[in-house]
């Protein structure tokens, strides 16, 4: 943790004053001190406050870490969003400061573009609400009841978007494919949602490996 690193890298830069010869002492210990400045840098990572987001994302970009979405995204054709692996996407529960889309009052991701959100079996990309809290102490229609909608993915724009080591927590509709949109959706997991994945021309694998094709 983030308190043990700190505390090893006194402990080495203490014992390095002590030494007679301190730049030989460094050099010897080089590679632990290195282990652990990266150790401490990936815990104040994980502390910084989550970058927030809305709208149309008008260029090629990269999200890593946390992001916290606070209304409705727009992927226009011919701009691409990879998401890196361990990235964690937060919607903010029942919440839209755009207040449009398919869905008012909960945030949507409408892809027309591309959107590459390839995690692996370590670090895998995890899409969920702000909040967690179980669908069955909402009111209203089982449909209604969930914190945030999904990934849309709307047109052929689309097709060249992937999904895969994903998990989804508590969406209304996880992932949809709409006017002839075709994404690749391999290993992902669904929980705690309405549905998973809604339509026939998504391809791919399941996260047990099997082949999937899911009508909707």
């Known amino acids: ?10 402990t080495l830069l203490e014992r390095a004053r002590a030494a007679q010869d301190a730049a030989a002492f460094l050099e010897q ?8 400045l990266q150790q401490c840098n990936l815990h104040l990572e994980e502390l910084a406050p989550a970058k927030r987001f809305s709208g149309r994302v008008n260029n090629n970009t990269t999200w890593t870490g946390t992001l916290l979405l606070t209304g409705d995204v727009f992927v ?9 692996p361990g990235a964690t996407i937060m919607a903010e529960s029942c919440a ?30 995890v899409f969920e609400p ?7 102490s909402r009111r209203g229609p089982a449909s209604s009841r969930f914190p945030w909608v999904g990934i849309i993915f ?19 509709h996880a992932v949809v494919a709409n006017d002839r949109a075709a994404p690749r959706v391999t290993r992902c997991h669904f929980t705690g949602g309405y549905v998973g994945i809604t339509s026939a021309r998504i391809t791919g694998k399941d996260k047990a490996g099997d082949d999937l094709n899911t009508p909707g």
Do not use: M, W
Not at 76 to 84: D, E, M, N, Q
């Open 1 to 10: 943790d983030f308190a043990g690193a700190k505390a090893g890298l006194t």
């Open 29 to 36: 210990n080089e590679s632990r001190i290195v282990t652990l």
């Open 76 to 84: 226009p054709p011919g701009v691409v969003v990879t998401i890196k």
């Open 96 to 125: 839209d400061d755009l207040a449009r889309g398919t869905y008012a009052g909960a945030i949507e991701i409408l892809v027309h573009g591309t959107l590459l959100a390839v995690g692996t079996a370590e670090k895998r990309i």
């Open 130 to 136: 702000s909040e967690k809290n179980p669908p069955s």
């Open 154 to 172: 709307a047109g052929k724009g689309a097709n060249q978007s992937r999904l895969e080591h994903c998990v989804f927590r508590e969406a209304q």
